[in-house]
């Protein structure tokens, strides 16, 4: 039985605080479990060059073939589905995958266990997600650490407290304190446990995906958990060319289940990919297209969400770097051709190499985040936390990519034209060279006119320094304690609980702790 708990009660003070309390619960936050953008994508590419793209990613899937290793059963897919077949390499005739995918939802629901909390994928709508995978965490105490099972609660309780992101998550830093082959079971159940929003599960072998997806059937029931996507799991091709059986099998298992993976290449130009930006791109449309249509082969009609990593590295280094201009314009590309397929698309995040929470991180991520709003991705996954790349989970970036996501709530809601937005009467009250501070329009407008960011400092030069001359590394430090400090969690119902926690127990009885 899914529940719905009733929201929290918050007391409310007086002044900005208040303000901000109540812009962060109305049409801006809370209230809006995801964004239904207003602003159109940014298409460059014209219908020629789409064309060509798209004919060099069909000469690879035909004359180049991709490699489905050590996995009989995709193999059987594929022979049967037509595909040409030499021992693990399989080719594709064009338009192929394209036939095999129309029967791909181009939206779906991924369903919480609050059913405010549910999010819609695909389409206009845009869905903000914790960075993922992670095995180092920072913050500006501590510095940089191995993640443990506490951290991964912390993130998912910072997520849950945020208004301004729509999603848990996944695997937001990894728990080294938990032996490998049991770490999975407690972080969906902290997931389940600590929030009250969509989640992810794991993909690391076959079984821990069933596995994950067998505690979204208690909390959901087997019956709904069938019929609804009610857990995602995030997989990875092997660039180039190459799907190995730890993630088909992984992706056939969500598909099986009714469940939706998110197929993503993870191409470094130069490294796993080709140093051009078109190449990597039509690289990456053959390598997702064929791990979207293995799914619907699995099981037509499951849920799939093309997804996309495009990135670059440095030549003299060999070292990746993120947030960088090329995989950003690329990104727009990624999106126009998802389209072409009619597929919910993931792309991009708030990406960095920066090793602080400092202008440099802010700026590549800016850089990347606009890259996914404009290309129109639907999922957004590495929202927030992303630092030193992708290594470290960090808490004060997390709460300052949080703060961006917030605003980008209000920069995707385009500009609203109706009599009260166009303002007349408050002309006809001011008048010539008279101000609108305290006129009858701004009056009714004022809590909710402007978004208002929770770790900017607005105040003149001399108030912030009295203040202690904070940047918003500090700032933001101060805002994720706070959050933990008052975070509540949200209601779980006890038999479900119960449930998990036995088949947690059972599943950890049975095998001894494994490092590996």
């Not at 298992?253 to 939706?260: D, E, G, H, N, P």
Request: proline letters at 5%; hydrophobic letters at 40%; glycine letters at 8%.
């Amino acid at each position: 039985m899914i529940e719905k708990p009733a929201p929290p009660r918050r007391e409310r003070g007086g002044g900005r605080i208040a303000r901000r309390e109540l812009r962060s619960h109305g049409s801006q936050g809370h209230g809006r479990p995801y964004i239904v953008r207003n602003i159109p994508t940014y298409d460059i590419l014209s219908e020629e060059n789409l064309l060509r793209i798209e004919a060099t990613a069909d000469r690879i899937l035909a004359e180049i073939g991709i490699e489905f290793r050590d996995d009989a059963a995709a193999l059987d897919h594929w022979k049967r589905a037509g595909a040409r077949i030499d021992g693990a390499l399989v080719k594709f005739e064009p338009g192929m995958l394209r036939e095999i995918l129309k029967t791909a939802p181009a939206e779906f629901t991924q369903h919480a266990r609050n059913p405010a909390n549910s999010v819609q994928i695909g389409g206009k709508n845009v869905v903000f997600s914790p960075a993922y995978g992670s095995p180092f965490v920072m913050d500006l105490e501590k510095g940089r650490r191995y993640g443990t099972i506490e951290d991964f609660r912390n993130f998912v309780k910072l997520a849950q407290s945020s208004p301004w992101l729509h999603h848990s998550g996944g695997t937001i830093c990894e728990p080294v304190d938990v032996p490998v082959n049991k770490r999975h079971l407690d972080m969906v159940y902290s997931h389940v446990k600590y929030s009250d929003r969509g989640f992810m599960g794991s993909v690391t072998s076959e079984a821990r995906a069933e596995d994950s997806i067998e505690m979204a059937r208690i909390v959901f029931g087997e019956k709904f958990a069938d019929e609804n996507c009610v857990i995602l799991g995030n997989v990875n091709v092997n660039s180039p060319l190459v799907w190995d059986a730890t993630m088909t099998t992984v992706l056939r298992a969500y598909a099986r289940a009714s469940q939706a993976a998110v197929i993503v290449p993870f191409i470094l130009g130069g490294a796993m990919g080709p140093v051009t930006n078109a190449g990597a791109i039509a690289q990456s449309l053959a390598e997702t297209m064929a791990g979207c249509a293995l799914t619907q082969l699995e099981r037509p009609g499951a849920p799939v969400i093309f997804g996309n990593f495009l990135s670059s590295m440095s030549l003299r280094s060999g070292s990746p770097t993120f947030g960088t201009p090329e995989p950003a314009i690329g990104s727009m590309v990624i999106g126009q051709l998802a389209r072409r397929l009619n597929l919910p698309l993931r792309c991009s995040g708030n990406f960095t190499t920066s090793k602080l929470p400092d202008a440099h991180a802010m700026n590549e991520a800016t850089m990347s985040m606009l890259a996914a709003v404009h290309c129109g991705a639907n999922f957004i996954l590495h929202s927030a936390g992303f630092l030193d790349g992708l290594l470290s989970m960090s808490y004060e970036k997390f709460v300052m990519d949080a703060d961006f996501c917030g605003a980008l709530h209000t920069y995707l809601d385009g500009v609203r034209i109706d009599e009260n937005q166009l303002a007349l009467d408050a002309f006809k009250e001011v008048g010539p060279g008279s101000h609108f501070f305290g006129c009858a329009h701004t009056m009714q407008n004022y809590e909710t006119a402007f978004w208002d960011s929770e770790i900017a400092d607005n105040e003149p030069y001399e108030k912030w320094e009295a203040a202690g001359s904070e940047d918003a590394a500090i700032r933001a430090n101060k805002r994720w304690k706070k959050a933990l400090a008052e975070y509540e969690a949200p209601p779980l119902d006890e038999g479900i609980d119960e449930a998990l926690k036995d088949f947690m127990a059972r599943k950890k009885g049975q095998m001894d702790d494994a490092w590996y």
